[in-house]
């Protein structure tokens, strides 16, 4: 370590971490703290590879719908995005590349699942699927939001003999070229392999129970002249990081959370997209009966110039049963195919869990969220001490980058932590009355926002409410400045 460093080192660089989910937002987390001058930083990952929700989901047709420029660390800007949108693969990379750069890819501590974390009144003592505890002072989950598929609840779904796969573990093994797929949900997955497999599939039966406003966004090539000239140019990656957030934060952003000018173009540009769908039928079935962007709204330029394809069949009468051969729907046909891919979506509020938290005086995560997963700020939950997560609970996915995202937070969290490494506190963590004020003036912006307008969508909490962020981009930006300390329970 150089005497500069030394110097920088907080006064207990000794102190013990434990950083849970190689995704991105856990490796920025390791990065970030290694940077900060701690030494003692082990990463937890449940699989055999870094990368989260980029590592899992495969699909033909993944890509980004956040601009690449702007969906990536403030750190490691990235002149080689291929397209304006990469695909998931390009950004899995990157997120390797990063971790490798950094030197945290070797750290990683593989097929680890942390099943159980105790707060035994000092320390918070891990223990793994394989049965080993260890002891460390600060916890930081990062364990993602989208992360544990839903399998559809269709009788007889076991009863199907050929290949059947969550969108999410995608079997490379069956090639689906000229064969017959049967694909359930119309999400951004299902629209995005729809767009994907169309022309090359033998025959693709959408099954949709939902139709999905789409509004249109063009995904153009960057050149290799344009990456180079990025690549020479670092101010300029940096201004158009700043234009993409910008733009975003001001048109999309700002429509979901009550800015009805915003929402009247989203509602328009998504109109006038679907019109181009030629067929009255098929136009009449692909149209929503709800506000465009209620549910995560859906972007593509080539999802309907793709479903019009002789191809596809788009199936909006509902399944009845999965049969040995095929998917029989409620009017008894049965629809014959050779390989089914359920694009049906993720448990998006179990954060952590399944893994059990037990916090102060033996209160576990489970009681605490018994009612409705509530944290303070997303980032820290009363009665768990120097326990804190990047994307937790309402935060503000779906509405700007969520490297961003997580970028805030954790740099909210090392606040708290420099608290502990300067000797000045020994646990920390939101009071039960700031985190009850938190969430009640998250409950009445909710009224607001488009997401209540009467939609079902995977924000929507078992209660209902949106496990989203209420307000815009400013406000998130200002929550996240400066911890309040007078918001936290401080033990010295
Ligand atoms: P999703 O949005 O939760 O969609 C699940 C789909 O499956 C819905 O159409 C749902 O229908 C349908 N479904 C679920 N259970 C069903 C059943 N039993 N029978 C029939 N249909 C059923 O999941 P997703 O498409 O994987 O997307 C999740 C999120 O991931 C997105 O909203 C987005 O935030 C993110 N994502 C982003 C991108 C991107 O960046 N472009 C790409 C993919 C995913 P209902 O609508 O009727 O419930």
Redesign the pocket.
Known sequence: MSAAEELNRPARADLRFAVIGAGMSGLLAAIKLEEAGFRQVEIFEREGDLGGTWRD?TYPG?????PSHVYRYRFAPNPHWTRRFSSGGEIWQYLDKVARDYGVRDRIRFNSEIVRAEWDGAAWQLTTKGGETEIFDIVITATGV?RDP?M???PGLEDFERPVFH??RWDHSHDWRGKRMGL?????????ITAAVAKEVGKLSL????A?WVVPVENPEISEREQEALAKDPKRMEELYFFLADRFQNTFARAVVGDAEELAKVEKACEENLATVKDPELRAKLTPNYQAAC??LI?SDTFYEEVQRDTVEVVTEG?ERIERNGVRTKDGRLHEIDLLVC????EAHKFMRPMQIVGRDGHTLDEEWAEANRAYRSIGIPGFPNFFTIVGPNSP??NFSLIMISEMQFAYIMRLVDRIASGEAREIEPSREATDRFNGAIADAMTGTVWVSGC???YLDRNGNPAMWPWDFERFEEEMAEPDFNDFRIVS
């Open positions: 989901n993944l890509s980004c719908d956040v989208l839903v559809p609840d269709i969108s999410a359930i949900g119309t999400g951004s997955t299902a629209i995005q099954f949709q129970r939902t999905q549910k995560r972007m399944i694009a049906t979506g993720f996915i779906g079902s969508s995977w």
